[in-house]
């Protein structure tokens, strides 16, 4: 078997993690998320924040005081994300 060498462009990541296409798609998802979360508690101010770190990113943020009840017994943010096929994992250092 012919051995195969590679090598990552780590700035060509880069340059692409932060391109407008990336954050075009980025932003699609966050108000598809934002849609979704609106859905399942109507009358509530659901807003998305774009910005930039070393990739394009984006927040969904539920604008009520109740919201962290909402995501603990309910899962809101998450079966959003789910709806949109996405993956929600559990943050790790």
Do not use: C, H, N
Request: charged residues 25%; aromatic residues 6%.
């Amino acid at each position: 078997m012919p051995q195969v060498s590679f090598r990552l462009d780590r700035a060509g990541v880069r340059e692409i993690l932060k391109s407008q296409d990336v954050r075009e798609v980025i932003d699609q998802y966050a108000g598809v998320i934002a849609a979704s979360v609106g859905s399942l508690v109507p009358g509530t101010s659901i807003q998305v924040y774009s910005y930039t770190t070393d990739r394009a990113s984006a927040s969904v943020v539920v604008e009520d005081v109740r919201a962290m009840g909402w995501q603990a017994r309910d899962g809101i943010l998450t079966r959003a994300a789910a709806s949109a096929g996405l993956e929600v994992k559990a943050w790790q250092r």
